[in-house]
Structures are given as C-alpha cells and as structure tokens.
C-alpha cells in the first residue's frame, strides 16, 4: 500500500530539483541553448517524469521565474519586519527599497542573468498573457511595496507626490533593475574600469532619490 505522505514528499523534492538544476543551467549559459534533456541528466530524474510536471519548456522556465522572485520578495517582507521599515519616513523607505535592487547585483548576479534572458525567451516564444499571469501576479508584489511608501509620502511630504505611484515605479525601481541586469549579463562596456559596478550603483541610487525626495 502506498504512504500518500512520502508520496507527495518525493514528488515535491523531484520537483524542487528539477526547478533548481534548470536554474543552474539556465543562468550559467542562457535559456534557448539548453535543453530539457540536459535538464533531465542534470537533476537525475527522467524527461517522461519532468514532462509530467511541465508539459513544455515555456511553463517550465516560466515556474522558475515564479519561484525565484516568489522567494526574493519573501525576503524583502521579512526583512522589512526586522527593520520595521515601514515605521521610517517615506523618503527612508525609498532608499532602503532601491538597496534591494543594490543586494541582488551584490548576491544574486545568476538571479538577474536568468532574469534578463528570461524576459528575451518569454517574448520569443510568445508567451500568452494567461501563461505570464501568476509571473506577473507575482512582482506586482514589488510594485504593491512601493504603492505603501508613496502613501506614506502623500502623508508625510517626504517624497514628491506630483507624480503617480506608477510612475514613481517605473522610474526607480524600473531603471535599478535594468542596470543591474546589464551589469550582471556583461552587457556594459567599460574601456577603462574604475569604479567596481557596486559603487555606480549606489550612485545611481543618489541620483533617483535626490530626484524623488524632498529636500527639508
């Protein structure tokens, strides 16, 4: 008689593995070159089995982009419970979210490389909006963030409030991630390297926060 429980387990821990070992490949060498069946030698488990959990490539790379910022905004909440952040000044916690952005160049350089292929791959594939829905359910989690700190700001007059939240988005947070994605990819071209890229984007961060807050 079969244990539904450990069932379920090893069901869960194939999984897992086969998301983590797509990972790995994924943001070592691009998505389009690898395929399923490397993915497959790689996590140890049979290309019928994988198949199974993700009927294609697309949903395969897709549930990866999911779990991977599912797990970084995980952080950020819990991070921001520590810090108690959100009892700061708008202007703070501003700054503080832009550090994110700073932290995943620092420590999470495979993140923003499979990030920034992972959008090439979804638009090449044409990907449906019904196929990107949980993904993009999912970092309108950051968005939602910043939504919280432009209301404090309409409270506390640190933060310039004549433009929308959104545009406040798309212009911070936004830019910060494209940045540190270009750095992360190699796709930034420096003839000759002074400064390390951690510190260009800390003063990037300046720019966009002396940009947005209000000077007292």
Known sequence: MRNAQKDAAEMAEKRERMLKCGFELFSSRAIEPVTMQEIASKSGIGIATIYRYFPSKLEFVIEIAVQRWKDFLTYVKEEDEKTHIFDKTAAEQFAHYLDYYILLYREHRDHLRFNYDFNL??????????????????????ASQFDRIYETGMRDGTLRTDVTADELFASSAHIMLAVATRYSAGLMFH????????????ML????????TVKR
């Open 191 to 202: 003839a000759q390297k002074v400064n390390d890229d951690c510190a260009e984007l800390e």
């Open 121 to 142: 791959y979804v638009v090449n594939s044409g990907a449906t909006k019904e196929q990107m829905k949980e993904f993009t359910e999912t970092v309108s989690g950051f």
């Open 205 to 212: 961060k300046d720019m966009i926060t002396d940009r947005f």
